[in-house]
C-alpha cells in the first residue's frame, strides 16, 4: 500500500502567496494550488477547509511575519524616537526579507483577501494580529512620552502607518531611495513636534494651581 504523500504546508501558502501578488487575489483558487504543487482537491480541503480559509493563512502569516520583524526592529533600536522611527522603517525591511508577502500584505487591499466568507476562527486571529499592532503603537507611545492617551498614539500611528503607507505604499515607492529618505525625514518631523497636549493633564493642572 502507497505511503501518503508528505507535504509542506509553507510551500502551499508560498504558492498561494504568489498566486495572489502576481495574478490577484481572485486567481487563487483550490484547483491552481492544487495544479502548482501537486496535492489533490481533497487534500488542500482537508488541510485548509476551503478557498477563504486558505487566503486567511496565506494572509495571517504574512501579518505574522511583519509584526515579528517590526516588533524585533523596535527592540533593537533605542527607546523613544528611535524605536518609533524603526518601526515605521519596517516595511522597507520587510519588503527585502519577504518579498512576496510584503507586496500582499503591503500592496493588495485586505478586502480582496479576506472576504466575508472567511472562517470565523481566522476571523479571530486576524483581529488579534489588529490587537498586536495597537498594543505596540501603546507601548511606542509610553516608552516616548509617558502618555497613552489618544494624541499621543495618534502621533505613533501617523509614523507607523500613515507616514510609510501614503509615501511609499500608496504609489509603489518601497524600493526608492529618495522614497525611503522621505520617510525618514517625514517621520522625525512629525516627532520634533510630537503629539498635542493632553488635555486631561491641563484640566488636572487647571483644577490644582
Not at 508528505?6 to 510551500?11: G, H, I, L, R
Not at 492617551?149 to 505613533?156: C, E, F, M, N, S
Not at 524600493?175 to 525625514?185: I, M
Request: glycine share 6%.
Amino acid at each position: 500500500m502507497p505511503r501518503p504523500r508528505v507535504y509542506d504546508p509553507d510551500a502551499v501558502l508560498d504558492a498561494a502567496e504568489s498566486l495572489a501578488v502576481h495574478s490577484g487575489p481572485a486567481a487563487v483558487t483550490i484547483r491552481a494550488i492544487s495544479d502548482t504543487v501537486g496535492l489533490s482537491n481533497g487534500a488542500l480541503y482537508h488541510s485548509f477547509g476551503s478557498r477563504a480559509g486558505l487566503l486567511g493563512q496565506v494572509w495571517l502569516r504574512a501579518g505574522r511575519r511583519f509584526l515579528a520583524l517590526q516588533r524585533e526592529l523596535v527592540e533593537a533600536a533605542p527607546q523613544g524616537a528611535g524605536a518609533i522611527a524603526a518601526a515605521a522603517y519596517a516595511p522597507v525591511v520587510f519588503a527585502e526579507r519577504h518579498p512576496a508577502s510584503a507586496r500582499l500584505m503591503l500592496q493588495v487591499r485586505r478586502e480582496q483577501v479576506l472576504g466575508n466568507d472567511l472562517p470565523a476562527d481566522l476571523a479571530e486571529q486576524a483581529h488579534e494580529l489588529e490587537k498586536l499592532l495597537v498594543d505596540l503603537m501603546i507601548e511606542l507611545s509610553m516608552t516616548t512620552w509617558d502618555r497613552r492617551d489618544r494624541a499621543a498614539v495618534d502621533t505613533v500611528t501617523t509614523c507607523i502607518v500613515d507616514l510609510p503607507t501614503a509615501i511609499l505604499l500608496h504609489r509603489n515607492r518601497l524600493n526608492d531611495p529618495t522614497a525611503r529618505r522621505q520617510l525618514s525625514a517625514a517621520v522625525a518631523a512629525v516627532l520634533e513636534v510630537g503629539p498635542a497636549p493632553n488635555p486631561r493633564r491641563k484640566e488636572s493642572h487647571d483644577r490644582n494651581p
